[in-house]
Structures are given as C-alpha cells and as structure tokens.
C-alpha cells in the first residue's frame, strides 16, 4: 500500500504542477527492470513528431560486406545524420592477412575476428546488421535484393529488400580459377576463415590417414604431396606455414610418416613473389630450396582431378601429372556475379565526360575541344595518367585512332574505346587489405563532409556538380608490404625502396600484424596465441 501511495502521490503532483511534465522519472527496481512514466501528451506527441521527422530526413546508408572496406568505412563514419544498414553473410570482420596462420593452428579462428555488433556498438551511430547474402541489385530502383545466409533447420531462406539513397559495395571477390577443370570441385580456397578451418582440417585428416598400416608407400606418399598453385603473398605464406607444421610438430607426432611429406608450390610466371623487389624474390626462392618446397616456376594448371593435378611447362610444352593428397588454389580473384551485373546496369560516366567537352553537341569532338578536358580527366581517373607514363606516350591523344591527324573528329564510341584499353590493361591498385581499407577511409570521409562538398566541390572543374565528382578522386598510399617465408623469417618491401629481410622482419611483421588487429580483444588473443605457439607448439587436434 505504501508504494502504491507513493505513485499516486507522484502522479497527481504531475497533473498539478504541468512543468513537471517535462521530466522523465526512471526507477531502476532491483530486479534489473526499469518503470518509466511521462504523463505529458503533448510533449510526447511533438516528441514523436520531432523523432519521425528527423528520421525522414536522414539518407538511407546500404553497405555490403563486412570486410576490410566496409568496417573501415564504419569505423570512419562519424557523421550520424545517416540511417546505415549492414548486409553480410558474415556477422563478424576477419582479419584476413592472418588466415595462412589459421590453417595451421598457429593463430585460433575466433582470435582473429570481431563481432560487426561489437565494432558499431561502440560508435555514435545507429547501424542496423542483417545476416544475409546479397543476391542482386536494382540500380534503377535503388534497391538490393537479399538472402538469409543462415541454415534452413532454422525455418528457411527467407528473402528480403532494402531500398538505399546510397549503396557500398563491399562484398569483396571470389577466387579466380580460370575456368580450370576440376578446381571448384577439388581444390581448397583461402579467402574466409571457414576456408581456413577446412584447410586445417585436411591436413590432420592426410596424415592420420596416411598413418593406416594397410596403405602402401606409394598412397602415403600421395596422401601427403601438400600442392599449392600461386606463387603471390597468400600460397607463398601458406606454404611457408604448412612447412613450419610439419617439421615443427607434425614431424612428431607422425614419426613413422614424416618423410613422406612433401610440399609443391606451382606458378605460371617466372618468379614466386612476382610483385616484391627481386632481392625478396630471390632470397625466398633460395630459402624454400633449403627447407625442401618444390617450387615449380612457368608449370600452368590445366586440370585438377580427383587425386591427380595436371600442369603444363610454359617452356616446352610438356604436361605433367602429380598425384596428391591436398590442393589449396590461390591465383588471384576475379569479381562477383552480382557485382559484374551492377556494373553493367550503371556503366561509366564516359558519357558525361564527354558530353561536357562537347559544347556544340554534335556528337563529335574536335582535337581542341578534346585537349580542354584532358587534364580533367587524368585527375578523375589517376590510372589514364599512369598508362601514359607506362606506355610513354605523350599525351592521351595518341590513344584515339587516326589522331595524328590534326583535323581528326573523336566520337563517343572512339573516346570509349580509348578509356576501356587504359581500363583492360591499367591494373594500378592491388585487391589487397590495405588498398580496401583505404577506400572505406575514403568513402566515410566523402559522407562525413557531404553537405561541405555540396557547397565546395572539389573535383574536376567541369564535372563537380554530378554526382561523385564533388570530391577528390581516391588517391592510394601504399605503407609496405610483407611476405612471412617461415622458419621466423619474413621480408618486407617498405616505402623508398628500403627492403628488409631476416629474423627481424618477421619481429616487425608481428608488430605491425597486432597494431593493426580491429580491437584490444582481438590483440590480446593473437599475441597470446603466439605465445602458446612458441610455448606448447601448434595445435593438432581434429575438431
């Protein structure tokens, strides 16, 4: 009774005193529940008037993926007049450069990934995650097409539309096989942390296998030929890894197959590394010589079978086929089928361009009015500038055909042709972590200052008005790069040419790694696998 009295009391002190009617009694009860109690109808009315109009006013945000471009573009965001919304088939962010480390137990799984929900919490922006593939989208009707990634024990694939003011696409590549036969089906990927886990579990599964008494030597030794195509950062580290496995820990736990256990690295072009300085290339091929990788240069894949991988010698000809136990495909990437579509629908702003320079609209554009733009569309698209140099032409005129000609008329399809060649052949920014990451930064710092460039644009002269072009082109600063080689020696190409390599390195690679892991949590727990690597070995369980 007495509480009861209590609130009576309050209530009937609100109706008497209206200025009272502003405030907002919370009571926290002990039970962990909260009381609230407003009895101002027409201050929450105005409220909710208030609330609803400045949610109308706000941009709808759709971002795809929750890589490396797309958390960087979270984390950078500050600008909170924007209602963001998330679709991923992940609901965490991974920290990709350290999936080789994965697959061999030398870092765990859950170490090395955040939860989305645990990144955007901490931000001053409202940002609503969905769990789901993105499946299509409708660039006419601003709208993505989407797909629940869970399993279908748990009531289907439901599907679902969001419409967006503005899309981020972040939904990173799929791995390119070339159309090589047999690869899909046969060979493993290393682009998830799911990918990962796979990997490691094969690797126990070939050499518990090969450890049977009823298999002869010929089956243990292709059980365990560990075959990785691609010569880049990622097969080059995995296979740096996969040999630090076995003779560091493998080798003794399997005594009686250790040395069945072989490891291949195949690549296509005539150096593994191919994109480092030759000093790194060089000392890696020379240290995986030592250590016993077979490193086969110029060998194209041409088909992968079940237990059995064909390759062909650029040199001669020649095919070969290698038994083995397990393939890791990592060529490189190609982009998505959903993304190749949406491209597809937008196009380029070639037509713009065009259609600014000319000025007497008649379909053509003269050497001088073409001479006009030329600067503005080397500062739009960095790569046309770059080609230039590369092919050391003197100016973009002498991509267009017959320009020689001083009484030459560029058309549209001509000034297409001439931008898609740049395009095909200008490959200028690497798919890396640091190059995506970058571009997030880029993207969140375009929405932070959007009503500013409005105002001010800043880019090309003739084009700031439309679109994006009311910003300053992406431009890419590159911090390094390093190759882990095993053996607790890595390489690293940094700025201004300086090359280290050694023992220091991969304590330099280490640091940097954990400087840049998403959050204190993911830190702690890698720097602590590390130590337990160093401790108690890797871990070789099958789960």
């Not at 201004?496 to 991969?506: A, K, L, M, N, R």
Request: hydrophobic residues 35%.
């Amino acid at each position: 009774m007495r509480g009861y009295s209590f609130y009576e009391r309050a209530s009937r002190a609100f109706h008497q005193y209206p200025s009272l009617s502003k405030l907002l009694v919370v009571v926290t009860l002990s039970g962990g529940g909260v009381a609230a109690y407003n009895g101002a109808k027409p201050f929450s009315t105005a409220y909710a008037e208030s609330v609803k109009g400045e949610c109308e006013k706000k941009k709808k945000v759709v971002v795809l993926g929750t890589g490396w471009a797309g958390v960087s573009f979270l984390k950078n965001l500050k600008n909170p007049s924007y209602d963001v919304h998330v679709v991923s088939p992940h609901n965490y962010f991974a920290f990709t450069p350290l999936l080789p480390s994965v697959t061999c137990g030398t870092v765990e799984a859950r170490s090395i990934v955040e939860p989305i929900r645990s990144i955007t919490r901490k931000k001053g922006i409202d940002v609503q995650f969905r769990e789901s593939v993105c499946y299509k989208i409708d660039a006419d009707k601003k709208k993505v097409y989407c797909r629940s990634s869970q399993d279908t024990n748990l009531g289907g694939k439901e599907e679902f539309s969001l419409d967006y003011d503005y899309l981020i696409i972040g939904m990173g590549a799929k791995a390119n096989t070339f159309n090589t036969p047999g690869v899909e089906e046969n060979a493993h990927f290393l682009k998830g942390v799911e990918d990962a886990l796979r990997i490691r579990q094969s690797v126990i599964d070939c050499f518990e296998r090969a450890s049977l008494p009823s298999l002869s030597e010929e089956e243990k030794k292709r059980i365990l030929h560990f075959v990785v195509v691609g010569g880049g950062p990622t097969g080059v580290e995995f296979a740096a890894e996969l040999h630090d496995f076995v003779t560091e820990d493998l080798a003794k736990l399997y005594p009686s197959v250790k040395d069945h256990a072989k490891i291949t690295l195949l690549e296509a072009g005539d150096h593994i590394l191919n994109m480092f300085d030759k000093r790194i290339t060089s000392f890696a091929e020379d240290k995986f010589q030592r250590d016993g990788i077979n490193v086969k240069t110029g060998s194209m894949v041409v088909k992968v079978a079940e237990n059995e991988i064909s390759t062909k010698e650029r040199g001669t000809g020649q095919v070969a086929h290698l038994p083995y136990g397990m393939v890791v495909w990592s060529t490189g990437i190609g982009p998505r089928a959903e993304v190749v579509d949406f491209m597809k629908q937008i196009g380029q702003d070639i037509a713009l361009i065009f259609s600014k320079a000319d000025k007497n609209k008649s379909g053509n554009l003269n050497i001088k009015d073409f001479q006009e733009v030329v600067d503005d569309i080397c500062e739009r698209y960095p790569q046309v500038e770059l080609y230039l140099k590369k092919k050391q032409m003197k100016n973009i005129l002498e991509l267009l055909e017959g320009s020689q000609k001083k009484s030459v008329e560029v058309n549209i399809e001509t000034f297409k042709s001439a931008l898609s060649e740049v395009d095909s052949q200008m490959k200028n920014l690497p798919a890396t972590a640091q190059v995506a990451a970058q571009q997030g930064a880029y993207l969140a710092n375009c929405f932070n200052r959007l009503e500013e460039c409005e105002k001010y644009p800043e880019g090309p002269l003739r084009f700031r008005t439309e679109g994006r072009h009311r910003f300053r082109p992406f431009r890419y600063k590159h911090f390094g790069q390093f190759a882990p080689l095993g053996g607790e020696q890595a390489a690293a190409q940094l700025p201004g040419d300086w090359v280290s390599i050694g023992h220091s390195t991969q304590w330099l690679w280490y640091s940097v790694y954990a400087s840049k892991l998403v959050s204190w949590r993911t830190r702690v727990l890698v720097v602590s696998d590390w130590g337990r690597r160093f401790i108690f070995g890797r871990d070789s369980s099958r789960i």
